[in-house]
């Protein structure tokens, strides 16, 4: 009697490189991670009050406690921009990259007894927080583009320039940038409990180190090399220069930016697929 040999549909084999992603893999539990993006979009605010509004209400809260603080008793200039817009549109941007940045950063520690029930691939659930807060950023720029329009409409001196095409490419920046160094923290924090203290207290003064309150034209030219290791700084600039028509950044500054965005992509996935393989036996 012939022995059929067993057709299998699917094959895990150990990861054994540093940089060792299946991407096909990803892509067959696509199904997963879009029931991840609606469970998480949809679970935020289920159970509030205002519900969906605090998409907008939190923005909006920010931008008004800026412009008392920022604008009316520090008086820090905006390059002649309108303070609303100039502090709305740091916010909107800098509150995806946090966002992606502090919850990426919990992935081991928040499902640990998911992951050592079942196999998926682990970067399913960092992947589908960055796709997450993209649906949030979507509703937050509506409400810049409201704000920009009726500003816009009433005579004020902003104008759309040639970087406003570069927008998806910053989003798409920001998105690498927030989960690499979120899942470079996460597999960190399986043994540093301490850094999950760290991380809120980091992303403030980070805000700070970026022109989210003030321009970057603030900032003397003799540190702006030094400065523009800063990732977001650039990014944040550029936003303002292609919607606004105000700006300080150059091209060189970018590209630093990006460099800088990829190194640590780089470095948070080589560590996050080393992590994966042991980290059950730390947490």
């Known amino acids: 009697m012939e022995i059929q040999k067993n057709t299998w549909t699917t094959v895990i084999r150990p990861q054994n490189g540093r940089l060792d992603i299946n991407l096909i893999d990803i892509w067959r539990y696509r199904d997963l991670i879009i029931l991840f993006v609606r469970r998480d979009f949809v679970a935020v605010y289920k159970q509030t009050i205002l519900g969906p509004l605090w998409f907008l209400l939190q923005p909006l809260l920010s931008t008004l406690v800026f412009v008392i603080v920022f604008g009316f008793i520090a008086k820090i200039p905006t390059d002649g921009l309108p303070q609303i817009l100039f502090y709305l549109s740091g916010i909107v941007i800098w509150q995806y990259f946090a966002s992606c940045l502090v919850k990426t950063s919990d992935t081991f520690v928040a499902n640990a007894g998911m992951f050592g029930k079942v196999y998926f691939p682990r970067l399913i659930v960092p992947i589908s927080i960055v796709l997450t807060n993209l649906l949030t950023l979507g509703i937050q720029l509506c409400l810049f583009i409201i704000f920009w329009i009726s500003y816009y409409a009433r005579g004020a001196n902003i104008h759309l320039t040639a970087w406003i095409f570069t927008i998806p490419f910053l989003v798409l920046q920001m998105a690498?940038?927030?989960?690499?160094?979120?899942?470079?923290?996460?597999?960190?924090?399986?043994?540093?409990?301490?850094?999950?203290?760290?991380?809120?207290?980091?992303?403030?003064?980070?805000?700070?180190?970026?022109?989210?309150?003030?321009?970057?034209?603030?900032?003397?030219?003799?540190?702006?090399?030094?400065?523009?290791?800063?990732?977001?700084?650039?990014?944040?600039?550029?936003?303002?220069?292609?919607?606004?028509?105000?700006?300080?950044?150059?091209?060189?500054?970018?590209?630093?930016?990006?460099?800088?965005?990829?190194?640590?992509?780089?470095?948070?996935?080589?560590?996050?697929?080393?992590?994966?393989?042991?980290?059950?036996?730390?947490?």
């Open 176 to 283: 690498a940038l927030g989960l690499g160094l979120g899942i470079l923290i996460s597999s960190m924090t399986t043994k540093y409990r301490d850094l999950n203290f760290i991380v809120g207290f980091g992303v403030q003064l980070w805000m700070y180190a970026t022109p989210i309150v003030y321009p970057m034209s603030q900032i003397p030219a003799a540190w702006q090399g030094i400065y523009s290791l800063n990732p977001m700084a650039a990014i944040v600039e550029i936003f303002r220069l292609a919607f606004l028509g105000t700006g300080s950044v150059q091209p060189w500054q970018w590209g630093i930016s990006i460099c800088v965005t990829v190194i640590v992509l780089l470095v948070g996935i080589m560590l996050f697929s080393r992590i994966e393989k042991t980290f059950m036996d730390t947490v």
